[in-house]
């Protein structure tokens, strides 16, 4: 089944206690991004990779770190998360090779509270 | 300031009736349109796109319409059903952006029986 893998699903930390969110997908897409819901401001792009080694900031990317050392994982770290970074997370990927026919296919997402 | 505005964060129609929710943009760049629906505890599924060179694309009960003067685009459900009560996003992008969606807050929908 084609899918984007997201782990952990939840996760609870303190602040500056480092964090790496796991993100796969067995599509062989080459695009890859990462966003952060928040209430009332919808879906903001965090970063994205358009392949293996490229790697580019997103509308908010402060206080974010991401690689793309394989083309089917794109982890994002917190170094020293704070609890402004409380938030949804979803992992998405794309097949950037027909842009305007290939929506953007996401996790199920990764529910972060830093206290 | 938000390129990609969805005013109404709710909206709650009857079982049967048509559902239209709407979205705004700033960005007169942005050349196709997308939604896509959320339900609670998943990630958002793409639902329907629209290119700036149309002004009307439908699938099933889905259609979106496109209104480039105007900056507007809507998405009408016809007819609606439970299973639809949802949160949607509208999302924006442009040819020059590396395909980079803008996404809008979302509607909630909630279809009632």
């Known amino acids: 089944e084609a899918q984007v893998t997201q782990n952990p699903r939840y996760l609870i930390t303190v602040t500056g206690k480092k964090l790496t969110v796991t993100c796969s997908q067995n599509?062989?897409?080459?695009?890859m991004s990462w966003y952060r819901q928040d209430p009332g401001l919808g879906l903001r792009q965090i970063y994205y990779?358009?392949?293996?080694?490229?790697?580019d900031k997103g509308d908010v990317p402060e206080g974010y770190k991401v690689s793309r050392k394989e083309k089917r994982n794109f982890p994002l770290i917190l170094e020293s998360p704070s609890p402004n970074q409380t938030s949804l997370y979803f992992c998405?990927?794309?097949?950037?090779?027909?842009?305007?026919?290939?929506?953007?296919?996401f996790g199920n997402g990764t529910r972060l509270t830093v206290t | 300031d938000q390129q990609v505005k969805q005013n109404s964060p709710s909206l709650s129609v009857q079982e049967g009736r048509i559902s239209i929710l709407n979205c705004d943009y700033t960005?007169?760049?942005?050349?196709?349109f997308l939604w896509y629906k959320k339900y609670p505890a998943e990630g958002p599924t793409f639902l329907i796109s629209?290119?700036?060179?149309?002004d009307k694309n439908e699938d099933g009960r889905f259609t979106v319409f496109l209104n480039k003067s105007a900056k507007h685009l809507s998405l009408h459900i016809v007819p609606s059903q439970p299973g639809d009560s949802a949160v949607y996003f509208c999302?924006?992008?442009?040819?020059?952006?590396?395909?980079?969606?803008?996404f809008g807050s979302g509607t909630q929908l909630t279809v009632l029986p």
């Open positions: 998405a990927s794309m097949d950037s090779s027909r842009p305007y026919n290939s929506p953007l296919h």
């Open positions: 990779s358009m392949n293996v080694e490229v790697t």
């Open positions: 999302a924006a992008s442009y040819s020059g952006s590396a395909r980079q969606l803008t």
């Open positions: 960005n007169s760049m942005f050349d196709y």
């Open positions: 629209i290119s700036s060179i149309k």
């Open positions: 599509m062989n897409h080459e695009y």
